[in-house]
């Protein structure tokens, strides 16, 4: 089992940027893949940027592309979501996720608590 811990959410205006950091602890972070969901009140839960263990293969879904970017260390076990041009619509709780395969497939086995950000018009 792998433990989880986000920082780095916040308020910001639009068009503003923020980076989150996944710090991981308790496995061999450098052989799964990692990824970052978010979940607005109300919505499910939905995957924003997933990357495998190596950090040469992304995912990102539609509405970040371009102006999201994952990114991984494994030397620090950290996983990062740098986001830019924020928009109101990427108000949510962000949460840090670790599968227990070396590509992002099937559903993610390990949770962090999850950070705010809000975006303010």
């Known amino acids: 089992q792998v433990q989880l811990e986000e920082s780095g959410g916040g308020l910001v205006q639009a068009g503003g940027s923020l980076r989150l950091s996944c710090a991981a602890s308790g496995r061999t972070f450098s052989s799964y893949a990692m990824g970052w969901f978010r979940q607005a009140p109300g919505n499910e839960r939905e995957s924003v940027a997933l990357i495998d263990r190596s950090g040469s293969v992304k995912y990102y879904r539609d509405s970040v592309n371009g102006r999201f970017t994952i990114s991984r260390d494994n030397t620090k076990k950290t996983v990062y979501l740098q986001m830019n041009s924020l928009k109101p619509e990427d108000t949510a709780v962000y949460y840090c996720?670790?599968?227990?395969?070396?590509?992002?497939?099937?559903?993610?086995?390990?949770w962090g608590q999850g950070t705010q950000v809000t975006v303010s018009s």
């Open positions: 996720a670790g599968y227990s395969t070396s590509y992002a497939s099937g559903r993610p086995t390990s």
